[in-house]
């Protein structure tokens, strides 16, 4: 049972041009979101966040948006750049999980983007 | 913020050898660490998470353990292989927001 989804595996996104990630949840629970970066052969590395008390967080070219109606939220990189190439995570917390603070994971996006 | 070390970068093994892969972090302290999995052209999955020394919970069952003799260390064990085992095995703390990560291990069992 895949409580965060990503069902886009792949994007491709001119340079220059807006790219839009996206992922949905079923666990209602969920109270806390963040997106990584990830490169071959390396860990992930921390993006951006947002509260389930916001709908937007906007940190330079990356902003993510959530809608809670819908359970879902978006990752939009503009503009894109090459180096923005690499797998897209999302992940999602729930407070109620309490010390664990376990993070659950969608499957990824493959973002490339085209010079 | 935190550094999370973990290594060996890259391990072949073969089945039924045992497995020992290790992570320390610095830059806090009494973390909560976490061991995931990324299978090819999968997500993340957690197998274990600890809150503290000693405290080992498991996520899925499996033919692997873990430990956490320190505050700062937390160790991934097997005693036999599987084929199954390959993956990209990866160590993260988490402080009070994000995860921090390692550089992971590329783990191919043959």
Not at chain 2, 70 to 81: A, C, E, M, P, Y
Request: charged share 15%.
């Amino acid at each position: 049972d895949q409580q965060v989804k990503q069902n886009s595996p792949s994007l491709s996104v001119q340079e220059g041009r807006i790219s839009i990630l996206n992922c949905d949840y079923t666990n209602s629970m969920f109270d806390y979101f963040l997106w990584y970066k990830k490169y071959p052969a390396e860990g992930p590395t921390f993006l951006i966040s947002i509260s389930s008390i916001k709908d937007k967080n906007e940190d330079g070219r990356f902003t993510v948006f959530l809608n809670k109606s819908a359970k879902h939220l978006s990752l939009h990189i503009v503009p894109s750049q090459p180096g923005d190439s690499a797998v897209y995570f999302c992940a999602a917390s729930a407070a109620s999980s309490g010390s664990a603070r376990q993070l659950t994971f969608g499957s990824g996006t493959q973002l490339t983007v085209l010079p | 913020s935190q550094t999370i070390h973990q290594w060996p970068a890259t391990l072949v093994q073969p089945v039924g050898s045992p497995l020992s892969l290790e992570c320390t972090v610095e830059g806090t302290s009494n973390p909560n660490l976490y061991w995931y999995r990324q299978a090819a052209g999968r997500g993340l999955q957690l197998l274990f998470y600890s809150v503290g020394i000693g405290q080992i919970s498991s996520e899925v069952p499996q033919n692997l353990s873990a430990s956490r003799p320190q505050d700062r260390q937390f160790i991934l064990s097997s005693k036999k292989l599987l084929l199954s085992d390959s993956g990209f095995y990866l160590c993260a703390s988490r402080g009070d927001t994000e995860a921090f990560f390692g550089q992971g291990t590329r783990l191919t069992v043959v």
